[in-house]
């Protein structure tokens, strides 16, 4: 008989122990994922989700390696999300740049939408690959370098046919796909935080807005630049 305390339906008891495994951590994943959504990435805590899932907290490090983790099986989640709006927005037009642009538009559109991926998404990539090695199992590294691989894969192929067709100047489309990833949860980030700063007179900053359209257009302008031919 299982003694974790849960107000949830959890695993149906008749199950295979693999199976009630499976269950019980996309249960407590989806958790993560609520909370994230929720309060942010920060404020997310483990109490929290075992809570949500009406478990015990000693159950969830059962199922998981630590917070590190589980967090990077939530991101997961939201980037198999985000590839298959990158891939709809890719297959909506057939001439690359057509396609690049709506592609870096849906980035954008996902990220504002959803700012607990941005946070998800930067606070792994601040990691040392290293250190995260030491705090996540090898399957789950190898489910998130997946779901990392696949949208940078959707717009490796557009830069490549970009490239194949002569509308694109680039010669490493995979090192370029990562530089626009990097680069945009950074721009999306001050998409969240919608302030720039400026010098109003030496010595005197300036706050003003900036709008989720002037994000969009930025992140837009600057994969294009990127991509084009340089003038001769």
């Known amino acids: ?21 499976r269950l019980r951590e996309a249960e407590i994943i989806s958790a993560t994922r609520a909370l994230f959504d929720e309060r942010g990435v920060r404020d997310a805590q483990i109490e929290d989700i075992a809570r949500a899932v009406g478990i015990n907290r000693a159950i969830i490090y059962r199922h998981f390696t630590g917070k590190e983790e589980l967090f990077s099986l939530t991101l997961v989640q939201y980037l198999d999300e985000l590839r298959g709006a990158l891939q709809a927005a890719a297959d909506s037009v057939e001439e690359p740049r057509l396609a690049l642009e709506r592609l870096t538009e849906a980035f954008v559109d ?43 894969s959707v717009l490796t192929r557009t830069i490549e046919a970009g490239v194949a ?35 109003q007179a030496p010595g005197v900053p300036r706050i003003s807005r900036v709008s989720a359209e002037q994000v969009r257009d930025h992140m837009v302008a600057t994969a294009l630049a990127m991509v084009a031919r340089p003038r001769d």
């Open 110 to 152: 996902y990220g504002l939408a959803h700012p607990a991926f941005v946070d998800c998404a930067q606070s792994i990539m601040r990691r040392p690959g290293g250190d995260l090695l030491e705090e996540v199992s090898e399957s789950a590294m190898f489910r998130l370098g997946q779901a990392i691989s696949g949208c940078l």
């Open 1 to 21: 008989m299982s003694t974790e305390p849960s107000t949830s339906p959890g695993p149906a008891r008749g199950a295979t122990a693999a199976v009630r495994r």
């Open 165 to 199: 067709s002569g509308d694109f100047h680039v010669d490493d489309p995979g090192l370029l796909a990562n530089m626009l990833y990097a680069s945009g949860l950074g721009t999306l980030q001050l998409g969240r935080v919608a302030m720039l700063v400026s010098e």
